[in-house]
């Protein structure tokens, strides 16, 4: 592969990425909280349909990322970034359009999120394909900056999220479309690929999508970790993003505000894991910390079945978060060391695809299990699921031997 000269220094171009992960995590923040305000309490939605709802946020990445990655393989990334910041804006537009002519719906939310969720496809493996180039070979320590960039920004879009209770939605979906367009132009200034790429084939893209697959299932850590990331979606996503809304209201008649509160506390627990993971860095053990960390995960979603004061509930999510930034770190600083280069991306893709076509399916059984039957019900059942799930991994896989190369 031929190296093409890059012009951006290496400080210069973490800075810029960084900047472009800000913008597209605080724009996540905002959504994490107005698409539940919405949707809840505007349009008072059922529990089923509003699993169905997270679902178009998710699904398109099953169909999209693997191409997506493939895409971002063979073409100039910082381009893809910049269009796919844009492509986000313009669902935004039709909410505020459709809120000011009195027209928002269920189904304009569902195909906002079908449009999101595109756009989401494409923007993780293009994003997560640069992230090695301009690491200069510490890759635990930028991965670790990023993600403490991305939960810092989700944290400021939530906070900012609740005070739709005071403000409405309207400014703060203006907040989120400009977020997007900054990120847009700091795109474009990102480095040039530091080798030449192969050009993009339309013809091939298929056989280049099946590689993927058989490069990570011929990896003896990032096959491992990619299952475990079915069990990350299936059970804690789903219950994050349906189960976690409906205890904040029923339980604790809380709206927006308490959605904001609640969501801060998962996200200030990841920052402050990776926080700690980037102050201590001398981490060889990947695998142990991976799966010490998810294990941690199943007792905590066990005690969600328990009512309990709000703030001793706060603290709980907040623990949660905890345990899941040090998965979500360890899952891709494994991923990202062991990709083979030339297929970095749909490697990449592949990884993140286990979760988010898990993620679906997670959001699904929460959403009927409580609305047909109840939130206890739930816990219980996704709960039992993810203990069979680590049994399997520790007697079938290596993935607790999983170490640094270095």
């Known amino acids: 592969m031929k190296q093409l000269s890059a012009k ?17 995590y605080l724009s996540q923040g905002l959504q994490i909280v107005l698409f539940p305000t919405i949707l809840i309490l505007m349009l008072e939605v059922s529990p089923s349909n509003y699993g169905l709802a997270q679902v178009s946020l998710l699904a398109p990445s099953i169909f999209l990322i693997v191409l997506g990655g493939t895409i971002a393989d ?117 480095p040039k690929p530091s080798f030449k790429k192969e050009p993009f084939k339309l013809k091939k893209i298929k056989d280049e999508m099946i590689e993927a697959f058989i490069e990570v299932k011929n990896s003896k850590e990032i096959f491992p970790v990619s299952l475990s990331m079915i069990m990350v979606g299936l059970c804690f996503m789903g219950n994050n993003l349906v189960t976690l809304p409906y205890i904040t209201t029923e339980r604790y ?93 749909r490697m990449l893709s592949v990884y993140t695809l286990a979760f988010m076509a898990s993620g679906p399916i997670g959001a699904i059984i929460s959403g009927n299990i409580i609305e047909k039957y109840s939130l206890q019900t739930n816990i219980l059942i996704t709960s039992s699921i993810g203990i069979i799930f680590i049994a399997i991994l520790s007697l079938k896989t290596n993935i607790w031997k999983i170490k640094s190369p270095n």
């Open 8 to 24: 951006t220094s290496p400080l210069n171009s973490l800075f810029f990425y960084m900047i472009g992960q800000a913008s597209w």
């Open 253 to 345: 008649g809380f709206g927006s505000t308490g959605f904001a509160i609640v969501s801060a506390c998962f996200w200030m627990g990841t920052l402050s894991s990776n926080s700690i993971l980037a102050i201590k860095k001398d981490i060889k053990r990947w695998g142990t910390a991976l799966m010490i960390a998810m294990s941690s995960g199943l007792p905590i979603l066990g005690s969600l079945y328990f009512e309990m004061p709000f703030y001793i509930f706060c603290f709980v999510i907040f623990s949660w978060g905890c345990g899941a930034g040090v998965v979500i770190a360890m899952g891709r600083t494994i991923t990202q060391t062991f990709a083979v280069e030339s297929h970095r991306g």
């Open 74 to 190: 063979r073409t100039d990334t910082r381009v893809l970034l910049c269009f796919v910041h844009l492509l986000a804006t313009m669902p935004l537009f039709l909410i505020l359009f459709a809120i000011h002519f009195n027209f928002l719906s269920y189904e304009l939310m569902i195909f906002y999120g079908l449009i999101m969720g595109c756009a989401s496809a494409f923007a993780l493996p293009s994003r997560e394909s640069l992230l090695t180039s301009i690491s200069q070979g510490e890759i635990q320590r930028t991965v670790t900056i990023a993600m403490i960039t991305q939960f810092g920004f989700q944290l400021i879009g939530m906070s900012v999220g609740g005070l739709a209770d005071n403000l409405g939605v309207f400014p703060l979906i203006i907040a989120q479309g400009f977020s997007l367009m900054i990120g847009a132009f700091f795109s474009l200034k990102l």
